[in-house]
């Protein structure tokens, strides 16, 4: 048995919807006999297309005006829940998301769920999966509460994949009253500098723990060999709390969740807390002088030896095959 109807609240840079939106929308469409979007801000006929090949059958758009998507998005749903009566609504684990779910919780007086991984229907009843005690312990949870259900998903819990549909058609609901909260405005956006891959999208990824010794081993361990595989660079959280790598490259429970073809970790022991955010990789690759270490429980490769011995015979041997 499954939901009735499940919303999708969309979240797009410029006319391209998010990878992480995509994700939402697939597994909406397993869980539910209904599947629409909700998207504040403009490009709504390109946002309805992408949407559409992703399974929803309706596109819910408001206009932003300027504003701040969350805040808008959450009183415009407020006042379309009532009569649209989705079963669950379902937010990417972003900012923007957690701001709109945050005000929505308030304004429907709901509870909400948040950093979740996995989501399935037994018997007509939602449960959800995420983690608790800083990611130390995976607990499912079944709700009981009123509709509609309000769930945020860290990214990567689910494959994107497209339903070959057409666009989906778009409802058009203007602007909304937000209250004071609406007269707020972007006015500048700053993108963060990277160069290669992002973490979050790259398919190799090479993170490294405390491991690897001393935060001036991280560039020559871990950067290094990164980038000489056209790949991205991650950090555990142990060295991202020491100050040795700044939180933006944390991968986790508390950080981001990769799932890149190859995932190799280096020093890194494999607490729970890291194998949230990477143990769906396709291969992982580990490199730990601890042979008791956790990581090797999910690593498709083991090495047992020292990372200052291995990564550079690893180096050369790339450079040698050109």
Request: charged share 20%; hydrophobic share 45%; with cysteine.
């Amino acid at each position: 048995m499954t939901l009735n109807k499940v919303w999708v609240y969309a979240e797009a840079n410029g006319d391209k919807v998010t990878t992480a939106t995509l994700e939402l929308l697939t597994k909406a469409r397993e869980i539910a006999s209904t599947v629409e979007a909700v998207y504040a801000g403009g490009h709504a006929d390109a946002v309805a297309a992408q949407v559409g090949e992703y399974g929803a059958t309706t596109l819910h758009a408001i206009d932003a005006q300027g504003g701040m998507p969350g805040q808008v998005a959450a009183a415009a749903i407020a006042q379309l829940a009532h009569s649209e009566a989705p079963d669950a609504i379902l937010f990417v684990q972003s900012y923007d998301g957690r701001d709109a779910i945050a005000r929505l919780s308030v304004k429907l007086d709901r509870p909400v769920l948040t950093n979740g991984f996995s989501l399935s229907v037994d018997g007509g009843q939602l449960t959800f999966g995420t983690a608790i005690f800083g990611g130390a312990t995976l607990v499912d949870c079944t709700l009981s509460s009123d509709a509609p259900h309000l769930i945020a998903v860290r990214p990567k819990s689910f494959a994107a994949e497209s339903a070959g549909g057409g666009a989906a058609a778009v409802t058009n609901h203007g602007s909304i009253d937000a209250g004071r909260a609406g007269e707020a405005k972007v006015l500048e956006v700053f993108e963060e500098e990277q160069s290669g891959p992002k973490l979050e999208e790259a398919e190799i990824v090479v993170s490294g723990g405390r491991g690897i010794g001393a935060q001036e081993s991280y560039k020559p361990l871990v950067e290094e060999l990164a980038k000489q595989l056209k790949g991205a660079f991650g950090a555990s959280r142990a060295i991202v709390d020491a100050g040795w790598v700044p939180y933006a490259l944390q991968v986790g429970q508390t950080g981001k969740t990769v799932k890149p073809k190859v995932y190799i970790a280096l020093g890194i022991s494999g607490a729970t807390q890291h194998l949230v955010g990477m143990k769906n990789s396709d291969n992982i690759i580990a490199v730990n002088k601890d042979g008791e270490a956790p990581i090797f429980g999910v690593a498709d490769l083991g090495i047992v030896g020292d990372v200052h011995k291995v990564v550079p015979a690893l180096k050369d041997a790339i450079a040698a095959k050109g």
